[in-house]
């Protein structure tokens, strides 16, 4: 490539290089350093994305490096295409995630059905109880206000239900029951059953899901914008090397 647009372009592939990093820390850190196994509907899309943006980012480098023109025109493509993408997965997950968070739009019930469907709730349900996430001290302590969601909803019986706490356990108090809601009966003292099987739970988990989600689609966001601006350099670049080559091209004639 021509010295004149070989700077813009190195830096467009220097900063593709670098929106990788971040990414790919997030998909190491879910994979080896959370505490439980239930947040690996984000590891995949990470790890696609940070890898890719990885190959994108050497297709420019071999191109630029080693003058290879078709590399570094299936490097703008490539990141065009990517940009597409996540336009595409932003728009879904908006969609997925509802309208201004309203929980009784049919936009809300779509990813709640996902969650709550027989087969995906049964796999959630038997990785929470396996992860351990109610061996929080907050959560024998009763500290609602403290508990995520996730946690304040399968960890311990509804605050309408009126349980009452008793050490490290909650007791049915001796007037009984404060609701007959279906969660109230449905909660158990067994360490491995607890309220994993109540509604407040698959809510609970669906909330985690939606924060999740947002966080990822909020970074997609920005990442997007970054690489429209890494596109138009890029494009700037091959623009001048070209302008650069016809100039040198007259002269010669």
């Given amino acids: 490539m021509l010295g004149a647009g070989c700077g813009m372009f190195a830096c467009s592939n220097f900063l593709t290089f670098l929106s990788s990093l971040p990414v790919l820390t997030a998909a190491t850190i879910l994979r080896y350093c959370s505490n ?5 509907y984000l590891e995949a899309p990470l790890w696609v994305l ?3 943006l990885l190959l994108v980012s050497l297709a420019g480098m071999t191109g630029s490096c080693c003058g290879v023109t078709f590399m570094l025109w299936l490097y703008q493509w490539l990141l065009f295409l990517l940009i597409l993408v996540l336009f595409c ?7 997925a995630m509802g309208e201004n968070g309203s929980k009784s739009g049919s936009r809300w019930d779509l ?7 027989e087969g995906n709730w049964i796999a959630i349900r038997s990785c929470l109880s396996e992860s351990k996430i109610c061996s929080d001290p907050a959560v024998s ?4 206000a403290v508990l995520l969601p996730i946690k304040n909803g399968c960890c311990k019986p509804p605050s309408q239900c009126g349980f009452v706490k008793n050490g ?4 049915i108090p001796k007037s009984g029951l404060a609701s007959k809601h279906q969660d109230c009966l449905t909660w158990s003292i067994k360490p491995n059953r607890l309220c994993y099987y109540c509604k407040s739970c698959k809510a609970g988990f669906v909330r985690r899901l939606k924060n999740d989600w947002g966080k ?6 920005c990442l997007v914008c970054f690489l429209i601006i890494n596109f138009i350099i890029g494009c700037l670049a091959v623009r001048r090397s070209h302008a650069v080559a016809l100039f040198q091209t007259t002269r010669r004639d």
Avoid: D, N
């Fill in 89 to 95: 997965f932003i728009a879904l997950m908006l969609i």
């Fill in 111 to 117: 990813l709640q059905g996902i969650v709550a469907e």
């Fill in 168 to 171: 490290s356990r909650w007791t």
């Fill in 216 to 221: 990822l689609t909020t970074f997609s966001i």
């Fill in 50 to 52: 940070g890898i890719f």
């Fill in 36 to 40: 439980t196994r239930c947040s690996s």
């Fill in 141 to 144: 302590r009763g500290h609602s």
